[in-house]
């Protein structure tokens, strides 16, 4: 019987969930999960190293390599072969600024868009 998958936390639901060729005659939509998409962002994007992404997203160094790969893997099968991208949700426990920021600063938090692991582990203690 396999463990049960421990929930990621991730910044903020992706506000983008949908990406398609033009004209749209995509074949096989292809799933990306939010999980998936928040390593994108933070390892691709905000240039954070796997070990520092593996803090923010309270998982381990190689739970991050498993969905950076992943990841990749998808997002390269998309753009070329022309197949529609799809993010869903999947596991994950969003800390959003301003709804479950545990720190309660709303839009002055320092760390908007960018919780360090103290704001993360607040927010797995106020759940449990």
Known sequence: MARP???????SA????????IPEEAENEIILQ????EVLRLHDLEHLTQSEVAAQMLVSRPTVTILLNAAHQKLADALVNGRMLVVEDGNC??????CACPTEKKETCENKQ????????ALQTKNQ
């Open 14 to 21: 992706p506000r983008h969930r949908r990406f398609a060729p």
């Open 5 to 11: 998958k421990k929930e990621r936390v991730i910044c």
């Open 34 to 37: 939010a999980d998936e998409y």
């Open 93 to 98: 426990a969003v800390c959003e600024i301003g």
């Open 114 to 121: 960018r919780c360090k692991a103290s704001c993360r582990l």
